[in-house]
């Protein structure tokens, strides 16, 4: 999986389209970024990916990018670009 995928991948979450998001926005930038929505990502990354996030993990995603970090350290990509 490419960045672009693991982004459009996280888009369809947050039900937005891809080019509205970069690893810059915030979760403050995204409506369907509230306590649903994290539900729906950690759910998402769990059945998808094997990913199960850790409180630690919960806390310190505050962007996009801070998500592709996550999938990054459990090998669920490993490009970086675009």
Partial sequence: MTQREAVTWIA????????QLSPDTHRDSVPAWD????????????????????DE??????????????????GTFTSTSS
Avoid: C, N, Y
């Avoid at 369809?12 to 080019?19: L, R």
């Fill in 12 to 19: 369809q979450i947050f039900e937005m389209a891809p080019d």
């Fill in 35 to 54: 306590s649903l929505g994290i539900l729906t990502l950690m759910a998402s990354l769990d059945s998808d990916f094997g990913i199960v996030l850790t």
């Fill in 57 to 74: 993990d919960i806390q310190a995603v505050k962007t996009v990018g801070d998500i592709l970090d996550v999938m990054r350290r459990h």
